[in-house]
Nanobody, 118 residues
């Protein structure tokens, strides 16, 4: 089993920045891809970003390209999401996810962390 624990959410004004972290524990050898989804009230869940190990193949959702950066510290079993130039529309619960392939990056889920942009 894999556990994912997020941190770093909070409230920020539009144009500001936040950094989210997600640390994996447990049977991490089953993890290849790690990433972030977000869920806002009344909206569908949206894939935000994902990353693979080593040289780190990256995926970004269209709405965050150029503003968000995902990175990975394999030694710390942690991924980071640096969010810059935040917009009100970025407000959501951000959930860390992981899985065995880039196409299946949501086998495991964290509890989520709230990001509010005003």
């Amino acid at each position: 089993h894999v556990q994912l624990v997020e941190s770093g959410g909070g409230s920020v004004q539009a144009g500001g920045s936040l950094r989210l972290s997600c640390r994996a524990s447990g049977y991490i050898y089953s993890i290849y891809c790690m990433g972030w989804f977000r869920q806002a009230p009344g909206k569908d869940r949206e894939g935000v970003a994902a990353i693979t190990p080593g040289r780190g193949r990256r995926y970004y959702g269209d709405s965050v390209k150029g503003r968000f950066t995902i990175s990975r510290d394999d030694a710390q079993r942690t991924i980071y999401l640096q969010m810059n130039r935040l917009e009100v529309e970025d407000s959501a619960i951000y959930v860390c996810a992981a899985g065995p392939t880039m196409g299946s990056c949501s086998t495991y889920w964290g509890q989520g962390t709230q990001v509010t942009v005003s």
